[in-house]
């Protein structure tokens, strides 16, 4: 019986698709929110507060799953949901964070300067990221899989390791011995629907199942780079992910999550309160 019904929860509906839209939207909200308010001094938890509070006060039941808002290196830690230290001039921060809607699920991640402008250092690696992210975001649409992202996902990032000195040596050979793992060891999607991590094979026969109208997912590349003596100074404990919900479409993909800012200028002007 699960299989039936996993199957059938992971291609959506109109109606659903509709609720999942909202989600997204409540959830952009609640981003926005923490990003207009975001000042060094402030606590971690104070930026939780300001997109709790907005998920519920537009509708929402509340978030999805844990918020993770985690200043300097603690975007490091994947699962950071203590939410406790001081957020530091100078230093990114990190939010994961979605509301449930009707019980559908909104999943978005950015990544901003605490202080409102992203420093030399900062703008490389997330730039990185970032090209990364539109490039996984332009590539869904039926027929592709989620297997093929990761794989280009991979290649990007560990281009723009080499690019930024973090790595040595030819693409193809980091990509091979993995040691692009350092800095980047989860997975790039997940089907997203009424759980954050929807139920649905991602594999059929041994094979990565192509996508088909009606699946949604999420497109979350990022770069961790540990607080080690080997790493450039300006580089060291600089967690980015950046973290959209995306619907397979007949002609490609729809965004949900895109009226959250991405670009270092968006998120600089947003910030400065352009
Ligand atoms: N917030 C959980 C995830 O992004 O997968
Ligand atoms: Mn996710
Ligand atoms: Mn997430």
Not at 46 to 64: I, V
Not at 94 to 120: H, K, Q
Not at 193 to 203: I, S
Request: proline share 5%; hydrophobic share 40%.
């Amino acid at each position: 019986m699960a299989p039936l019904l996993h199957e059938a929860r992971l291609v959506k509906s109109p109606a659903e698709l509709a609720l999942l839209r909202h989600a997204a939207e409540i959830s952009a909200r609640g981003h926005l929110r923490a990003m207009r308010a975001s000042r060094p001094g402030l606590e971690e938890y104070q930026l939780q507060a300001e997109l709790e509070h907005e998920f519920r006060w537009q509708g929402g039941s509340g978030p999805a799953y844990a918020s993770i808002v985690g200043g300097g290196a603690n975007a490091c830690v994947l699962h950071y949901i203590v939410n406790r230290a001081p957020l530091k001039d100078g230093d990114l921060v990190l939010i994961d964070a979605g509301a449930e809607f009707e019980l559908y699920a909104g999943d978005i991640t950015r990544t901003f300067p605490v202080n409102g402008r992203f420093s030399d250092a900062q703008r490389a690696l997330y730039t990185v990221v970032l090209d990364v992210q539109e490039r996984a975001v332009a590539a869904v649409r039926p027929g592709t899989t989620l297997a093929a992202i990761h794989a280009e996902v991979v290649r990007g990032l560990t281009e723009g390791l080499i690019h930024l000195g973090l790595l040595e040596g030819e693409v193809q050979a980091r990509i091979d011995d993995e040691s692009y793992r350092r800095f980047y060891l989860h997975s790039t999607s997940h089907w997203l629907g009424l759980d954050v991590h929807d139920v649905g094979l991602y594999r059929r026969d041994g094979e990565p199942r192509p996508l088909v109208p009606g699946m949604v997912v999420t497109v979350e590349p990022g770069l961790y780079i540990p607080a080690d003596d080997d790493i450039p100074e300006a580089l060291r404990g600089i967690g980015i992910r950046i973290e959209d919900d995306v619907v397979v479409t007949d002609e490609g993909h729809e965004v949900l999550t895109a009226s959250v800012p991405k670009s270092v200028e968006a998120i600089e002007a947003l910030m400065a309160g352009k």
